[in-house]
């Protein structure tokens, strides 16, 4: 764990719960995301510092805390700069802002934790001219307000969240979602993408991301197909949510509650968009009922 792998000429990865992707350039350096925390920083820079390379830059691919947590130690034992995309900056800057979005009021204690809520720290927004030569980004929307992933000039893409791995469908069946329509495009662009090597946020790299984007769009229209099911009588979002634990299985506390809550909750504003279910209003109940 957090021993750095050599994946390209100028391409490395920082193997631990959230990989980190470093490029080096003539004896500097950025990295993609920052680690889960401090500790998680400090062994990364330690990898860095050891080749007595200079971090110049940390490019975060989103806001959530175990991409971003690290971001205020690597900034402020080095000095380098961080950028992420569009509103995620204001997010790394005031991160009470993650929780809040989340649980839709001020935020309860547990959700407050530096599992939701990373170290704050000055956070600029990400556009082409922070790259240095030979790194470029594209948006991959959907699981988080923006995302964004990055390809080095070895052809290696640093995915981010934007696919899941098999081993957390396998626990969950539900992974986090912001917006379900735009994940879908996500999963169709990579498709698309060129590359010699993919390498996701939360699990081994890969060749070939197609068969692993396709486990992905399957657990979509499976997790869709059950909340219609479940919602043939109609059910409220508490119990929509209630009858998702269930179904899956799912381990009851407050932070998996509002992370699933808040999934569903954009499930069922995309299955309104598409008109497969119906607001119901039963006095003073809403209710969400399959179409
Ligand atoms: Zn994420």
Same mark, same amino acid.
């Given at each position: ?7 390209g ?7 631990s ?19 889960s ?13 050891e ?6 830059k ?10 971003t ?9 080095t ?20 929780p809040?979005?989340l649980?839709?009021?001020f935020?309860?204690k547990?959700?407050?934790s ?13 556009d ?5 030569d ?7 929307n959907g ?7 990055f ?24 992974a986090?979602?912001?917006d379900?329509?735009?994940h879908?495009?996500?999963? *169709? ?7 010699? &090597? ?5 699990? @081994? +790299?890969l060749? /070939?991301? =197609? ?20 919602c043939?009588?109609?059910l ?21 509650y509002?992370?699933?809550g *808040?999934?569903a909750r954009?499930f069922?504003?995309? &299955?309104?968009?598409?008109g497969?279910? @119906? +607001?119901?209003? /039963?006095? =003073? ?7």
């Amino acid at each position: 764990m957090y021993e750095m792998i050599q994946v390209g000429e100028h391409t490395y990865y920082v193997a631990s719960p959230t990989n980190v992707g470093i490029y080096e350039y003539g004896g500097h350096c950025v990295t993609i995301d920052s680690g889960s925390d401090g500790d998680a920083a400090k062994k990364i820079l330690k990898n860095i510092q050891e080749r007595g390379w200079k971090l110049d830059k940390v490019f975060c691919t989103h806001s959530h805390a175990d991409h971003t947590g690290g971001a205020a130690t690597l900034a402020e034992r080095t000095g380098c700069e961080v950028y992420a995309p569009g509103v995620c900056a204001q997010i790394l800057r005031y991160p009470y802002l993650e929780p809040v979005s989340l649980y839709g009021g001020f935020p309860n204690k547990e959700m407050r934790s530096k599992f939701i809520m990373a170290k704050a720290c000055d956070c600029r927004e990400l556009d082409k001219s922070a790259l240095p030569d030979g790194l470029e980004f594209t948006e991959l929307n959907g699981h988080d307000f923006e995302q964004v992933g990055f390809r080095t000039s070895d052809g290696v893409w640093f995915l981010a969240d934007s696919v899941v791995s098999e081993a957390t469908f396998e626990k969950y069946k539900i992974a986090y979602l912001y917006d379900v329509g735009e994940h879908l495009k996500t999963l *169709s662009k990579l498709r698309t993408l060129e590359g010699e &090597l993919f390498i996701p946020s939360h699990r @081994e +790299p890969l060749e /070939d991301i =197609s068969e692993l984007v396709n486990r992905n769009v399957t657990n979509v229209r499976e997790v869709a197909s059950v909340i219609k099911n479940l919602c043939r009588e109609g059910l409220t979002t508490d119990g929509l949510i209630e009858k998702i634990f269930s179904e899956f299985g799912i381990k009851l506390y407050i932070m998996q509650y509002e992370l699933i809550g *808040s999934t569903a909750r954009s499930f069922i504003s995309w &299955l309104l968009s598409l008109g497969e279910i @119906e +607001p119901v209003f /039963d006095n =003073s109940r809403l209710m969400w009922k399959s179409t």
